[in-house]
Antibody, heavy 118, light 106 residues
Framework: QVQLQESGPGLVKPSGTLSLTCAVSGGSISSSNWWSWIRQPPGKGLEWIGEIYHSGSTNYNPSLKSRVTISVDKSKNQFSLKLSSVTAADTAVYYC???????????WGQGTMVTVSS | AIRMTQSPSSFSASTGDRVTITCRASQGISSYLAWYQQKPGKAPKLLIYAASTLQSGVPSRFSGSGSGTDFTLTISCLQSEDFATYYCQQYYSYPTFGQGTKVEIK
């Protein structure tokens, strides 16, 4: 079965760029699914960041669009997130997730905590 | 953005209770709604999609209803493992989530 695993630095300096990768195992990133990034600040709710298809097509949350880049590496079966000009407000658990044929997020990674601090 | 509002934000219940959580969309979203369960330190788990379709493997005590702007998640007989936070999420436009409803033990 498909599993997702996030990886990347747990600490990023203010004004820097947050970079995370989501490795897909047990299945192909070239399947007919969109792949998303979702975040959750400590003690708060969920916020969708954006998504990518294996073709490279992307959609982003309008509130983050100017700072977000999501890319895919089919050779490594993974996709990545870059969030620039980060502030403390970007401190959150970041999840990668698969959107299924019903457009719901059916598979999630375990999440990775990213703290923005000097 | 379509705003999703859940009520209540939290409540206490006992094992065996029938509980209902409400989710309201700021505009009509047809049946493009999902429900998730999240336990502390864990990723959300998909329970229901298309407003009322149970995800494979989810116990039948969970059910969803509604369309347009008003939706409900019902747990018919609360079990100990159901104490968690529940989120609704619309996918009529770019995805947005409700603020969550925490179900606590009475």
């Amino acid at each position: 079965q498909v599993q997702l695993q996030e990886s990347g630095p747990g600490l990023v300096k203010p004004s820097g760029t947050l970079s995370l990768t989501c490795a897909v195992s047990g299945g192909s990133i070239s399947s007919s699914n969109w792949w998303s990034w979702i975040r959750q600040p400590p003690g708060k709710g969920l916020e969708w960041i954006g998504e990518i298809y294996h073709s490279g097509s992307t959609n982003y949350n309008p509130s983050l669009k100017s700072r977000v880049t999501i890319s895919v590496d089919k050779s490594k079966n993974q996709f990545s997130l870059k969030l620039s000009s980060v502030t403390a407000a970007d401190t959150a658990v970041y999840y990668c997730a698969r959107k299924d044929s019903n457009d719901a997020f059916d598979i999630w990674g375990q999440g990775t905590m990213v703290t923005v601090s000097s | 953005a379509i705003r999703m509002t859940q009520s209540p934000s939290s409540f206490s219940a006992s094992t065996g209770d029938r509980v209902t959580i409400t989710c309201r969309a700021s505009q009509g979203i047809s049946s493009y709604l999902a429900w998730y369960q999240q336990k502390p330190g864990k990723a959300p788990k998909l329970l229901i999609y298309a407003a009322s379709t149970l995800q494979s493997g989810v116990p039948s005590r969970f059910s969803g209803s509604g369309s347009g702007t008003d939706f409900t998640l019902t747990i018919s007989c609360l079990q100990s493992e159901d104490f968690a936070t529940y989120y609704c999420q619309q996918y009529y436009s770019y995805p947005t989530f409700g603020q969550g409803t925490k179900v606590e033990i009475k």
